[in-house]
Nanobody, 125 residues
Framework: VQLQASGGGLVQAGDSLSLSCAASGRTLSRYDLSWFRQSPGKEREFVAAIRWSGGRTFYADSVKGRFTISRDSAKNTVDLRMNSPKPEDTAVYYC???????????????????WGQGTLVTVSS
């Protein structure tokens, strides 16, 4: 699976920003697609995931209620809508894919076989 992330940039706290991840190379029906993020000096952390088949979603507590992950089956894209971003959301955001994992493993970055190149999101206060 090849993944191409886009949409990062500078955004003011309280505004909104959308990231998109274009997937190619495999049929995604048995995959989980996720967004992770990493800021300097910190571990890569889980943000949100969507199970391609059925569309079930999962969120980190830190973004629940503010971010929305969705998929477009026609375009083979996974989007992350970031509403009311905070300065602490500043990070490089990565999309990732793995054959569908057991639920408890979805937030674990080492589970994921395929990664996009990352896109920087900077939230100003």
């Amino acid at each position: 699976v090849q993944l191409q992330a886009s949409g990062g940039g500078l955004v003011q706290a309280g505004d909104s920003l959308s990231l998109s991840c274009a997937a190619s190379g495999r049929t995604l029906s048995r995959y989980d697609l996720s967004w992770f993020r990493q800021s300097p000096g910190k571990e890569r952390e889980f943000v949100a995931a969507i199970r391609w088949s059925g569309g079930r979603t999962f969120y980190a507590d830190s973004v629940k209620g503010r971010f929305t992950i969705s998929r477009d089956s026609a375009k083979n894209t996974v989007d992350l809508r970031m509403n009311s971003p905070k300065p602490e959301d500043t990070a490089v955001y990565y999309c990732a894919a793995t054959p569908s994992a057991i639920l408890s493993r979805i937030p674990v970055h080492s589970v994921y076989e395929y990664w996009g190149q990352g896109t920087l999101v900077t939230v100003s206060s």
